[in-house]
């Protein structure tokens, strides 16, 4: 079965620091994996997603992520944090069903 | 662009009480889903329909739930007699899945449901 392990339940980064957020997959083919990102009390809203092809993928808000099949990862990277980049995130994969991480909550100090 | 959309944003409901969260899926979309996101937790997968029936569910989705596809467009999730711990956001979700096995789902905004 498909799964999706976030491995970090925060992380704290300095506004205008890099981000890296770490997302593991389990799946035997390609898998379709996302980035979802969550403001308190809000919706879903996609970052990026991946089906197949490039495995850089560039997404909305400046966010990037890349596939590694060799590592079976899916990381979110940011180049600058910003302060309204403080939210959750959840990495996703879609079989016939969206499967979810557990979440990274993101805080950003001034 | 084409959304799926969920009505109401928020709603109360007194403990006992049935419930009806509504939503309307992309109008091509074949597959129609919903989730669960209890408060500061990850977001669970309860349903998912096709062809007018039940394709697969978790074990969250007991005999307290149902789902129906009334008309063309709507897609509903009812809970006959709300607990408080189903107090949570519930996302609709719609997708047109590939024969791989792989989908991209689209979501809704979510209802927030509170039951006191």
């Known amino acids: 079965a498909q799964s999706v392990t976030q491995p970090d339940i925060h992380i704290t980064v300095s506004e205008g620091a890099s981000l890296e957020l770490r997302c593991n997959y389990s799946y035997g083919a390609t898998p379709y994996l996302f980035w979802y990102v969550q403001s308190p009390g809000q919706g879903l809203q996609l970052l990026l997603k991946y089906f197949s092809g490039d495995t850089l993928v560039q997404g909305i808000k400046g966010f990037e992520a890349e596939f590694k099949r060799s590592q079976s990862s899916f990381n979110l990277r940011k180049p600058s944090v910003h302060w309204s980049d403080a939210a959750e995130y959840f990495c996703?994969?879609?079989?016939?069903?969206?499967?979810f991480g557990a979440g990274t909550r993101l805080f950003v100090k001034a | 662009e084409p959304e799926v959309t969920q009505t109401p944003s928020h709603q109360v409901t007194q403990m006992g009480q049935e419930v009806i969260l509504r939503c309307v899926p992309i109008?091509?979309?074949?597959?129609f889903y919903w989730y669960r996101q209890i408060l500061g937790q990850k977001v669970e997968f309860l349903v998912s329909?096709?062809?007018?029936?039940?394709?697969?569910k978790s074990e969250i989705f007991d005999d307290q739930f149902s789902v129906e596809r009334p008309d063309g467009s709507n897609f509903t999730l009812k809970i006959r007699s709300t607990k408080l711990e189903d107090s949570a956001m519930y996302f609709c979700?719609?997708?047109?899945?590939?024969?791989?096995?792989?989908?991209?789902?689209?979501f809704g905004q979510g209802t927030r449901l509170t039951v006191v």
């Open positions: 979700a719609s997708s047109a899945p590939r024969m791989t096995g792989n989908t991209e789902a689209f």
């Open positions: 996703a994969t879609g079989g016939f069903k969206t499967i």
């Open positions: 329909f096709y062809n007018n029936e039940i394709s697969e």
């Open positions: 109008s091509n979309h074949l597959y």
